[in-house]
């Protein structure tokens, strides 16, 4: 199996880091992007017109349970006028290198990665999917939502008051850290929690740290505690009683380009080795999950 090339993803994130809001000539430009990259990857595309927007789903059947399934998703669209490089070409970018490097593998489960459509405008596009999603077991949903940034500057990692007290480990961990903005987050709901733990131990035997957030039952649809880590495409799944993680640099809490709020969200602020090793943990995870 070959293995993740960051050139490829490198090379992905320069194509769609454009403006492209939904209908746009970008974001049909960007969505076909997707589909020809699955495709050229061994899978079965289809585009789901689900009314207002359209995700597309590349789909590879599992040799030996075909009927549980492993996702991979990220989201293709992004706001007007912001070029949106780390949020989310990065992540989109991402789920196109692991399905290319995962695409040469027999997979036990089956394995489907997604490009979601407007989930600016509040998870549209993954929700159409959690909803319709039936006949079939989901053994985990990945989100790659933000997966391109990092800093090596000290205290350049911001963790929110309330998050340091439900996470007091983790808050420790970035003190000793120094507040070094350069590790990857993971947030799982409790049933996805083992993924997040397998995730966490590849991307660390690469010499990243990581930081795993687990949330209960209960926490995890809380908007006013916990929607701070329940902003992306996860949250469908969530919703729908599905196991699922996010994986992502942090986001507004560690990018000051977010949104373009402070600058423009543009390639070349985002860290090519940090992205490659998410890319390789999550791989790593993904393949376990599936079977492999
Ligand atoms: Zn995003």
Redesign the pocket.
């Known amino acids: 199996m070959d293995c993740i090339d960051s050139e490829r993803w490198a090379e992905d994130v320069a194509f769609i880091a454009k403006s492209r809001p939904p209908g746009s000539i970008h974001w049909q430009k960007v969505q076909d992007r997707c589909a020809a990259g699955l495709e050229k990857a061994g899978f079965t595309v289809e585009r789901q017109d689900y009314g207002t927007g359209v995700n597309v789903i590349g789909r590879r059947e599992g040799t030996e349970a075909p009927s549980e399934v492993v996702l991979l998703g990220a ?1 293709y669209d992004h706001i007007s006028g912001c070029p949106g490089a780390d ?2 070409a990065s992540g989109v970018a991402g789920a196109l290198e692991v399905a290319r490097v995962l695409g040469q593998a027999a997979l036990p489960r089956t394995l489907i990665v997604a490009c979601w459509d407007e ?1 600016e405008l509040g998870l549209w596009g993954s929700r159409a999917f959690a909803e319709s999603f039936t006949g079939a077991k989901l053994a985990v949903a990945f989100n790659f ?2 997966i391109g940034y990092a800093s090596s500057a000290e205290q350049s990692q911001i963790f929110p008051g309330p998050l340091a007290e439900r996470f007091p480990g983790l808050a420790e961990e970035l003190v000793a850290h120094k507040g070094r903005a350069d590790f990857i987050a993971v947030v799982a709901d409790s049933s996805a929690e083992s993924f997040a733990l397998e995730l966490e131990a590849h991307a660390e035997s690469l010499g990243r740290l990581t930081g795993v957030m687990t949330l209960t039952e209960a926490e995890k649809l809380d908007e006013d505690a916990f929607g701070v880590l329940a902003r ?1 495409d996860q949250v469908s799944f969530w919703e729908q009683g599905l196991p699922a993680l996010h994986v992502f640099d942090t986001g507004v809490f560690r990018y000051p380009a977010y949104h373009c709020f402070s600058g423009l969200d543009t390639a070349d602020k985002l860290d090519q080795a940090f992205a490659a090793d998410v890319l390789k943990a999550t791989t790593a995870a993904v393949a376990t999950a599936a079977g492999l």
């Open positions: 989201h949020d989310n989930e939502d933000m992306s």
